[in-house]
């Protein structure tokens, strides 16, 4: 006999929530609502992010990695607000109840969930094809969000991390969701992925964690939320993302290709072409691009020495519009205009 939707819901999540990871949290799954006492006055941040299967991620994908997969996205998008996550609401849609991938999905989920004190408190359960909408709330304990629409001629443009590894990911380890095949793609144009080196065994663990494991970069912009003058999450590369970003703050973005930042494993395994590519229009880099004042360079520095971040300055803030491209000083094309965009995949002739 299959668990009924109160039962599945008692017991992949709601026993499973134990303890309280975010005392905002008054009252969590089993009401209504759930109930969230904000500290007077300050803003809170709410944002959702829907993952269907075969699209997001692949059907057959270990569901502990989807679980933390999904979580891990949300936050990344509350790091770019500079907010601290409090909790998050789960539509789950399920074609059945299927309790071994449950138990997997609600142990990566809510392991995610412990790991970043972010309550799950509240969603819905309803029969469909496999899908997971996660709406996560933020708070901003000081100042203000920081948005894209900031940016001033004249700042840093920074990024987190490394750029590239997702896209990496997706092409070294087969990972086979429908929007993989548009990423690889970012690959291709530099047309030289036939070659494929061989992966070591770090290599094969350090791409896995950082397609399924993500790090919202949460502690810096918690640290460096009052330095940041814009920021965005990098989720559909680098050029799409920043030129979200140029547009919001009515800027021009100039991007120095030679100071892109690249992990060892992307540095071994690609050219520098492939490279490039796969930074600007790859995507699933959950890094962080902002801009920040000239003034605050080295406090900049200090907070990701002090979290352990590698943030590299990779460009500047100018007046116009738009993102352009230079390599080692000489003006660069862009070869792909676009981050993946879920409707613009019908190719028109
Ligand atoms: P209602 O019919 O009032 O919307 P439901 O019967 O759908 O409530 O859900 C009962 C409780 O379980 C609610 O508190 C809801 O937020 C919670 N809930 C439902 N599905 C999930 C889920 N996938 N994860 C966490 N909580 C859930
Ligand atoms: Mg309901």
């Given at each position: 006999?299959?668990?009924?939707?109160?039962?599945?819901?008692?017991?992949?999540?709601?026993?499973?929530?134990?303890?309280?990871?975010?005392?905002?949290?008054?009252?969590g799954?089993?009401?209504?609502?759930?109930?969230?006492?904000?500290?007077?006055?300050?803003?809170?941040?709410?944002?959702?992010?829907?993952l269907?299967?075969?699209?997001?991620?692949?059907?057959?994908?270990?569901?502990?990695?989807?679980?933390?997969?999904?979580?891990?996205?949300?936050?990344?998008?509350?790091?770019?607000?500079?907010?601290?996550?409090v909790?998050?609401?789960?539509?789950?849609?399920?074609p059945?109840?299927?309790?071994?991938?449950?138990?997997?999905?609600s142990?990566?989920l809510?392991g995610?969930?412990?790991?970043?004190?972010?309550?799950?408190?509240?969603?819905?359960?309803v029969?469909?094809?496999l899908?997971?909408?996660?709406?996560?709330?933020?708070?901003?304990p000081?100042?203000?969000?920081?948005?894209?629409?900031?940016?001033?001629?004249g700042?840093?443009?920074?990024?987190?991390?490394c750029?590239?590894d997702?896209?990496?990911?997706?092409?070294y380890?087969?990972?086979?969701?429908?929007?993989?095949?548009a990423?690889?793609?970012?690959?291709?144009?530099?047309?030289?992925?036939?070659?494929?080196?061989?992966?070591?065994?770090?290599?094969?663990?350090?791409?896995?964690?950082?397609?399924?494991?993500p790090?919202?970069?949460l502690d810096?912009?918690?640290?460096?939320?009052?330095?940041?003058?814009?920021?965005?999450?990098?989720?559909?590369?680098?050029?799409?993302?920043?030129?979200?970003?140029?547009?919001?703050?009515?800027?021009?973005?100039?991007?120095?290709?030679?100071?892109?930042?690249?992990?060892?494993?992307?540095?071994?395994?690609?050219?520098?072409?492939?490279?490039?590519?796969?930074?600007?229009?790859?995507?699933?880099?959950?890094?962080?691009?902002?801009?920040?004042?000239?003034?605050?360079?080295?406090?900049?520095?200090?907070?990701?020495?002090?979290?352990?971040?590698r943030?590299?300055?990779?460009?500047?803030?100018k007046h116009?519009?738009?993102?352009?491209?230079?390599?080692?000083?000489?003006?660069?094309?862009?070869?792909?205009?676009?981050?993946?965009?879920?409707?613009?995949?019908?190719?028109?002739?």
């Amino acid at each position: 006999m299959s668990l009924s939707e109160f039962e599945l819901i008692e017991r992949f999540f709601k026993s499973r929530m134990t303890g309280v990871l975010n005392s905002a949290v008054r009252l969590g799954i089993g009401d209504d609502a759930a109930v969230i006492h904000g500290r007077a006055g300050q803003p809170l941040c709410v944002c959702t992010d829907v993952l269907v299967s075969g699209v997001h991620f692949p059907a057959g994908a270990d569901p502990v990695e989807i679980g933390q997969r999904a979580l891990r996205v949300n936050l990344s998008d509350l790091a770019a607000m500079g907010a601290r996550p409090v909790c998050f609401t789960l539509g789950l849609t399920l074609p059945s109840v299927d309790e071994q991938w449950l138990s997997g999905f609600s142990s990566g989920l809510l392991g995610a969930a412990e790991q970043f004190g972010c309550s799950l408190a509240g969603g819905d359960t309803v029969r469909g094809p496999l899908s997971i909408s996660i709406t996560a709330i933020g708070e901003v304990p000081s100042g203000e969000p920081v948005r894209r629409s900031g940016a001033k001629p004249g700042d840093v443009l920074y990024v987190t991390g490394c750029l590239g590894d997702g896209q990496v990911a997706l092409h070294y380890l087969d990972i086979d969701a429908a929007e993989s095949t548009a990423h690889q793609s970012a690959l291709a144009v530099a047309g030289q992925n036939s070659a494929r080196k061989d992966l070591t065994p770090e290599d094969t663990v350090y791409l896995h964690g950082r397609f399924f494991r993500p790090e919202p970069r949460l502690d810096f912009a918690d640290l460096a939320r009052n330095l940041m003058s814009s920021a965005i999450d990098v989720s559909d590369g680098l050029h799409a993302d920043a030129g979200h970003l140029a547009k919001a703050s009515a800027v021009r973005l100039r991007i120095n290709l030679d100071q892109l930042p690249f992990s060892q494993s992307v540095l071994r395994l690609t050219s520098e072409a492939e490279r490039g590519n796969a930074a600007l229009y790859g995507g699933d880099d959950y890094e962080l691009c902002f801009t920040a004042e000239t003034a605050y360079r080295s406090q900049i520095d200090a907070i990701a020495a002090s979290v352990g971040l590698r943030v590299t300055a990779i460009g500047e803030v100018k007046h116009g519009s738009g993102v352009s491209l230079f390599d080692r000083g000489v003006a660069a094309p862009a070869n792909h205009p676009h981050g993946f965009d879920h409707f613009s995949r019908v190719e028109t002739p």
